[in-house]
C-alpha cells in the first residue's frame, strides 16, 4: 500500500509504502530509503514501533544528521580526508564529518526521494546518482529491495551498475529499540566477530584487525550492549553470496528478538551516544547494527575492495528477523 506523506519545499512528493506479513508491518518512505516504523509483538503479546524515527516528513528534513532509518551511500561510513585514489585519479569528497567524508556527503542517497514499484511482498526503490554527485566518479544506477518474507522478516537488498569506476558501499541506518522506548542499553547482543578494526580520533581505521578477546568489543557470547560504541567488527564469515546470520539482538524485558543476517564483510555497532536534546530520544535510545564493507576502504587496500567497475554489479543483501523469547 502507498500513500503520499509529505511534500518537500521544492514541491517534490515523497510517498509512504506499507508492507505487512506474518504479524509484522514495515512502513519504508521514498525520501532516503527509510525505514519509519517496523511494528512487532513482543512477549505480551503487544504490538510496539521497534524503531527510532519521526511522525512527519519534517523531522527527517528538519534533523537529518542522525540518519533514522535511512539508506545511506555512495559509500557508508567514513572515508579517510575526504579523497580516496582509483586508477591513479585522486577523488575529493565533501568534508562533512570533521576532515572526513560520511555517508556519502550531506547530499547522499538518504536525502534523495527514490523512485518505487511493487514488488511481490515489497518495494523496490530506485535512482540513478549521476557521475560527480557528491564528488564521486561514475553514472550509478542504483536499486534497493525492501520484502517481508513468509515469516516476517525484513530482507533489503541492492544492486547498482556503473559506467565508470567507482566505489560503492550501501548499508541501512535503522536503529533499534526492541523495547518501543526508553534505553536500549539493557539489550543484550551476540555478533559472530572475533577482530574489529581500530580507528584513530577521527574514527577512521588505522588499517590493523585487533582481537576482541578480553575487551569490552567481545560480544561472541550474547551479553548487555551498554554504551560507548562506533566501531566496525570484522565478521568471522566474512563475505558470502547469501545473508549468513551474523548477530542477534534481545530485549530481556519484552520478549523481543532481532536476529541479523548478511553478504557482507562487516558490521558497524553504534550505540547512539550522540543523540542530542533536540530530538526526542536520548543518547542511548537506540542500537544500530549496519551492515558493510569496511570504514575507508578505497583508501585500504589491505581491506576487502569496494570498488565497482563497468560491467560488474554490486549486489548486498542484510535479513532482520523477528521472534519471541518467553
Do not use: C
Amino acid at each position: 500500500m502507498s500513500e503520499l506523506f509529505g511534500t518537500l519545499s521544492d514541491g517534490t512528493p515523497v510517498h509512504r509504502w506499507t508492507l505487512e506479513r506474518a504479524g509484522v508491518r514495515v512502513r519504508v518512505l521514498t525520501y532516503g530509503g527509510i525505514v519509519q516504523s517496523v511494528e512487532v509483538p513482543g512477549r505480551d503479546g503487544q504490538v510496539v514501533d521497534v524503531v527510532l524515527g519521526f511522525p512527519d516528513l519534517a523531522g527527517y528534513v528538519a534533523h537529518p544528521e542522525p540518519y533514522f532509518g535511512a539508506l545511506v551511500g555512495r559509500y557508508a561510513n567514513r572515508i579517510g580526508g575526504a579523497h580516496f585514489p582509483l586508477d591513479e585519479v585522486t577523488y575529493h569528497l565533501e568534508p562533512n564529518n570533521g576532515p572526513n567524508s560520511l555517508h556519502g556527503g550531506s547530499g547522499g542517497f538518504d536525502k534523495r526521494v527514490w523512485d518505487a514499484e511493487p514488488v511481490g511482498h515489497g518495494v523496490r526503490l530506485t535512482r540513478v546518482s549521476p557521475h560527480g554527485e557528491e564528488g564521486f566518479p561514475g553514472r550509478l544506477e542504483v536499486s534497493a529491495t525492501y520484502t517481508l518474507d513468509e515469516g516476517g522478516a525484513l530482507r533489503i537488498a541492492y544492486e547498482a551498475v556503473t559506467d565508470a569506476p567507482t566505489v560503492v558501499n550501501l548499508t541501512h541506518h535503522t536503529y533499534w529499540n526492541l523495547s518501543g522506548s526508553g534505553s536500549a542499553g539493557g539489550h543484550e547482543l551476540r555478533l559472530d566477530a572475533s577482530r574489529l578494526t581500530p580507528v584513530d580520533a577521527d574514527l577512521i581505521p588505522t588499517g590493523e584487525f585487533a582481537s576482541v578477546e578480553g575487551t569490552r568489543f567481545d560480544f561472541r557470547q550474547a551479553r548487555k550492549v551498554g554504551a560507548g560504541y562506533d566501531h566496525n567488527f570484522v565478521l568471522d564469515k566474512g563475505i558470502s553470496e547469501t545473508p549468513l546470520e551474523i548477530a542477534e539482538l534481545y530485549d530481556p524485558a519484552s520478549g523481543r528478538v532481532l536476529t541479523v543476517a548478511t553478504t557482507e564483510p562487516g558490521m558497524q555497532l553504534y550505540t547512539a551516544d550522540h543523540l542530542d536534546d533536540s530530538l526526542p530520544y536520548a543518547p542511548g535510545d537506540g542500537i544500530a547494527l549496519e551492515t558493510q564493507h569496511f570504514p575507508d576502504s578505497p583508501n585500504r587496500p589491505e581491506f576487502p575492495s569496494t570498488e565497482l567497475r563497468p560491467g560488474g554489479v554490486y549486489r548486498s543483501a542484510s535479513v532482520f528477523g523477528f521472534a519471541v523469547r518467553d
